[in-house]
């Protein structure tokens, strides 16, 4: 694969020397950034533990997702 600004890497999980261009991990970053607003205002509205409960476990996810992102970009 070609070695410039638009290319993109990936043998693995992140942490495994796997890289991504830093325009690309923003746009994911922001498409995920809609799933984030929509489970905190779940969390924030369930009626419910388990909903709440839930809506962590996701927030979490979508969290660990994006640094993962950011950390590929600045390999």
Known sequence: MADDASSVEMSGGAGSGARID????????NVLAA????????????????TRE???IVLRQLDKAV?????????
């Not at 799933?35 to 388990?50: C, G, H, N, P, T």
């Not at 640094?67 to 390999?75: K, M, T």
């Open 35 to 50: 799933a984030l607003a929509a489970s905190r205002i779940l969390q924030k509205k369930a009626e419910s533990d388990e």
């Open 22 to 29: 830093s325009v690309l991990a923003h746009d994911l970053a």
């Open 67 to 75: 640094s993962s992102i950011y950390e590929a970009s600045n390999e």
């Open 54 to 56: 839930l809506a962590e």
